[in-house]
């Protein structure tokens, strides 16, 4: 069902017209709404902010910003106290829409320092009205997941020393009082948390549903301590567990999908409150309610991301961000190689295809949620809020493009299943993916011919409990899947299974594959690598080559020397981008 509820007044949606990415609180941040004009915002003084709500116009404040924020960092106050005072209360204006989404990833609210910092973010922005999603602090969802593990086999007696658990505890506990929070503001969470973490430990289980109530308690504390912070500065802000807004999933607890009674439940809620009764809504990214189940299901590492994506297309709102600790997606991941440089433009195909190929930096579903709602993304650094970050959008412009980002995915697992012909050729193709659809196994990429057919399997799909990282995956456990696979496609075929592949993906203009397949090969070449399988599909903006894993990180980083460090283009590139 599409947004069942309309607003009175729709908002305004951002129209690209600057050639370079607008920047937030930088100069010519020309697509925010309010009179049309370009403002220029930091954290806005009285005076100037009263004539911003009386009647728009343009304002330079970004240096007054600084100013502020220097003396109140002077005075010994956080900019966000000082500028909240300022303004006698953000956000709770009445009136106007709430424009955007502000997603803050763990790095980004990973202390009570990192808090005061994002909320200084947030009212650098008065003229916007902001729903924000945050995920855990930091690690703690990484941290909830051992803890949970080491439950399983301690004893209730010994959950108290669990250090994971310690550090949980700790951590959060040093945050609301840093903030000056009282300890209520997390006591009774932490006290479920404890309840629950003996509760594994007294039924030696851990079970996926579990575990999802388990790493919910990152969200549900991280939006809490946040939303006391803002109103302690005299911000109105309204705390919201997604799993009680109207966030409906699946019930794949791990790995949830969103349904679409989602958006007008979401919508009524987040817009009824804000009509009553204005003020920020925090809510909790990750997390949602298993429709059969009721029970709490989380989207996937990463899956904040959707969560903004989703209020976003929910509210019709104007854009949304997603704060990172990088200035925005790079053109390769900056821990491989950390040459990496901003991808100033995307497009929602291009940033749904580098996602799904193993850039960490967006959660692969994410982006359907702004695609079906035309809303723009844009992926920006809350460490350097200066960087223009990248704007993804429906179109952008292509003809001067050739690559725009390399990604790698480790660790995968390619199987050669050649027909013994005991089905015809279609029959073949049939039970080889109906076996995988049996099994839940994600396919990659695939190539075919007559008899045979190869395919990569998408590594956090082999073994079910993906809520830990891939890498930490024990080896056995994979294994185990992997065997079972085996077993059932060898009923009609010789398999190969071939281990510890890598998956390269070129992302960029297919229009131009010739020319980019030509560099990339000269340039494997050169490195010695021997490509195992190449696999383009329908993609209209993704080339994917198979390589073994111990040679992947060298290519990565001779690709990204060719592809965006050499200043002379070759002759090749010369002419294509004539002929275009
Ligand atoms: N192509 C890429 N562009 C940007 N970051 C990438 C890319 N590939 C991997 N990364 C990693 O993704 C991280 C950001 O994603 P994530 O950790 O999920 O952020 P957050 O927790 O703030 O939402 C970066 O710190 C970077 O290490
Ligand atoms: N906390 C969850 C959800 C999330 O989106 O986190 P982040 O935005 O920090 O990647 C996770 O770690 O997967």
Redesign the pocket.
């Known amino acids: 069902m599409a947004i069942a509820l309309r607003f009175a007044a729709a908002p305004l949606r951002l129209r690209l017209v600057s050639p370079a990415p607008p920047a937030i609180g930088g100069a010519g941040d020309g697509g925010r709404r309010g009179g049309g004009g370009a403002a220029r915002i930091g954290v806005l003084g009285r005076a100037r902010c009263r004539r911003r709500r009386g009647g728009g116009g343009r304002l330079e404040v970004a240096a007054a910003a600084a100013d502020d924020s220097a003396r109140c960092r002077a005075k010994g106050v956080g900019a966000a106290a000082a500028a909240a005072e300022t303004l006698g209360g953000i956000g709770v204006g009445g009136g106007d829409q709430l424009s955007v989404v502000m997603k803050f990833?763990?790095?980004?609210v990973s202390s009570a320092a990192r808090m005061r910092e994002v909320a200084g973010l947030i009212l650098a922005f008065p003229e916007e009205r902001p729903v924000v999603v945050l995920?855990a602090m930091g690690k703690t969802t990484n941290l909830l997941l051992l803890a949970g593990e080491k439950a399983v086999g301690c004893g209730v007696i010994r959950v108290s020393e669990i250090e994971e658990w310690n550090l949980i505890k700790d951590l959060h506990i040093k945050t609301v009082e840093e903030l000056a929070l009282p300890r209520s503001v997390i006591h009774t969470m932490l006290d479920e948390l404890e309840q629950l973490l003996k509760g594994i430990a007294m039924m030696k289980e851990l079970t996926l549903r579990t575990t999802d109530y388990l790493v919910s308690f990152g969200e549900c504390m991280s939006t809490r301590i946040f939303a006391a912070y803002l109103n302690k500065i005299g911000v109105k802000a309204r705390q919201y567990d997604a799993f009680d807004i109207g966030f409906i999933t699946t019930d794949d607890f791990g790995n949830a999908d969103i349904l679409e009674a989602t958006y007008p439940a979401v919508a009524k809620r987040l817009h009824g409150d804000w009509i009553r009764d204005p003020a920020i809504p925090i809510v909790t990214g990750f997390l949602g309610k298993g429709w059969k189940s009721g029970a709490v299901t989380t989207l996937g590492r990463?899956g904040?991301?959707l969560t903004a994506t989703t209020i976003g297309k929910a509210l019709g709102l104007r854009e949304i961000q997603?704060?990172?600790?990088?200035d925005?997606?790079?053109?390769?991941?900056?821990?491989i190689y950390p040459n990496?440089t901003t991808v100033p433009y995307l497009t929602f195909e291009e940033a749904a295809e580098?996602a799904y190929f193993g850039?960490?930096?967006l959660h692969p579903q994410s982006m359907r949620p702004a695609r079906e709602g035309d809303i723009p993304v844009r992926v920006k650094n809350s460490y350097n809020p200066k960087a223009p970050g990248t704007l993804i959008t429906k179109q952008r412009e292509m003809d001067k493009v050739v690559l725009t980002?390399i990604?790698l995915k480790s660790n995968v697992t390619m199987l050669d299943i050649v027909s013994t012909r005991m089905l015809g050729q279609f029959g073949f193709l049939a039970k080889v993916f109906s076996i995988f659809e049996d099994l839940g196994i994600s396919v990659d990429c695939v190539a075919t011919s007559e008899v045979s057919i190869s395919v990569s399997l998408d590594p956090s799909k082999i073994w079910s409990r993906e809520l830990i990282q891939q890498a930490s995956a024990p080896i056995y456990m994979q294994n185990q899947e992997l065997d079972h696979v085996v077993e059932e496609l060898e009923k009609i075929a010789v398999v190969h299974l071939l281990q510890q592949r890598a998956i390269i993906s070129l992302i960029g203009n297919v229009r131009r594959s010739s020319l980019i397949l030509e560099k990339a090969f000269q340039v494997l070449r050169k490195s010695g690598v021997n490509v195992q399988m190449i696999s383009q599909g329908a993609s209209k903006v993704n080339m994917s080559l198979i390589v073994h894993d111990s040679e992947a990180k060298q290519c990565i980083k001779a690709l990204h020397q060719a592809f965006f460090e050499d200043d002379v283009l070759t002759e090749i590139e010369e002419e294509a981008l004539h002929m275009s």
Do not use: R
């Open positions: 990833g763990g790095s980004s995920s990463g904040s991301d997603v704060w990172k600790d990088v925005g997606v790079l053109t390769c991941d900056p821990n990496a580098l850039a960490q930096v980002s990604v």
